[in-house]
């Protein structure tokens, strides 16, 4: 089993940053890749972010490519989000997964429970 925890959210001004964290617990050695995603209220979880755990290599869709940067911390087995120059539609509750990488949720086997995102105009 894995464990999930989020944290950092909270309400934020358009424009500005936050930084969300992810720790993870339990039998973590055999990760592959884990990822952030969001969902707003009456939408569907949509793709963030993921990272492939061994070289690091990140993808992004492009609604949040150039603002979001994921990274991970191997040691700590603690993954982030780095959110830059926030926009109102960006808000929404953030979850962080652990699976196989990947842009859809079928891909991740572990989730956390999330964290909410405000982003004020």
């Known amino acids: 089993q894995v464990q999930l925890v989020e944290s950092g959210g909270r309400l934020v001004q358009a424009g500005g940053s936050l930084r969300l964290s992810c720790a993870a617990s339990?039998?973590?050695?055999?990760?592959?890749?884990m990822g952030w995603f969001r969902q707003a209220p009456g939408k569907e979880r949509e793709f963030v972010a993921s990272?492939?755990?061994?070289?690091?290599?990140?993808f992004y869709p492009n609604s949040v490519k150039d603002r979001f940067t994921i990274s991970r911390d191997n040691a700590k087995n603690t993954l982030y989000l780095q959110m830059d120059s926030l926009k109102p539609e960006d808000t929404a509750v953030y979850y962080c997964a652990r699976g196989w990488g990947g842009g859809h949720p079928g891909d991740y086997e572990y989730w956390g429970q999330g964290t909410q995102v405000t982003v004020s105009s």
């Open positions: 990272i492939m755990w061994d070289d690091g290599t990140t």
């Open positions: 339990g039998r973590t050695s055999s990760t592959v890749a």
